[in-house]
């Protein structure tokens, strides 16, 4: 069976740009969460998505925005990109919400200059 | 203050020894305790998973949690070259339902 996969593995933008991160959960899996992992860093929570509704939302600005579809993938866009939203964006997902048992994908890699 | 805390390391030992990797943590409504592996490049993949208090054994894993102390706890025995990664304690529940609360990763290389 298929883990958690993510699109795009690697991402190059320009700060003052958008970009949108797509993430599809291990089937059968409801909740998805995103987290970001800045170099040398452990991952910080950004949101958690369940049955299409935010159910947790991290010390993150509005410029991070998410949303579920109803097959359950997942997307997040960030505005307004920032020299510090340089990280690897990781995807995580879990049976249920609430579950503590997440499993992630490989992330995207995303470099702003 | 951090919620969890984790020594970054790196930390080198010979093929063979048993490594010990530690954390602490803060916010006593935590009830689940977590060990995943990263390697270079790649997503975080989970290793233990714990309930509260106690230990937990999987192959050459052993995995101990300490409420009392608030202390996270993973030991690997007979460490390979293959262990080699950046190893990550993740705590959750309580008020933080569903949020996975990270250290800030250990590197370990194991030397042939």
């Known amino acids: 069976d298929a883990g958690v996969t993510q699109s795009p593995t690697h991402l190059i933008k320009t700060r003052g740009q958008h970009v949108t991160l797509r993430c599809s959960p291990i089937?059968?899996?409801?909740?998805v969460s995103w987290y970001q992992q800045v170099l040398g860093q452990g991952p910080q929570f950004i949101f958690q998505?369940?049955?299409?509704?935010?159910?947790g939302r991290g010390n993150f600005p509005d410029r991070f925005s998410a949303r579920q579809f109803p097959n359950y993938s997942s997307e997040l866009n960030v505005n307004a990109l920032l020299l510090g939203d340089s990280a690897l964006y990781l995807c995580?997902?879990?049976?249920?919400?609430?579950?503590?048992?997440?499993?992630f994908g490989p992330g995207t890699r995303l470099l702003v200059l | 203050q951090k919620e969890v805390e984790q020594d970054p390391g790196p930390l080198s030992v010979p093929e063979g020894a048993i490594v010990s990797l530690n954390c602490t943590y803060s916010?006593?409504?935590?009830?689940?305790f977590m060990w995943y592996r990263q390697y270079s490049r790649k997503g975080p993949e989970l290793l233990m998973y714990?309930?509260?208090?106690g230990n937990k054994e999987d192959g050459r894993f052993t995995a101990q949690v300490d409420k009392s102390s608030k202390y996270i706890s993973l030991f690997i025995r007979d460490s390979q070259p293959s262990d080699s990664a950046t190893y990550l304690c993740?705590?959750?529940?309580?008020?933080?339902?569903?949020?996975?609360?990270f250290g800030q990763g250990t590197i370990l290389t194991v030397h042939p």
């Open positions: 998505y369940y049955e299409k509704e935010e159910r």
């Open positions: 916010n006593s409504a935590f009830q689940y």
């Open positions: 089937s059968g899996h409801k909740s």
């Open positions: 995580a997902s879990s049976l249920e919400w609430g579950q503590e048992t997440q499993y």
């Open positions: 714990t309930y509260s208090s």
């Open positions: 993740a705590t959750g529940g309580g008020t933080s339902y569903g949020k996975l609360t």
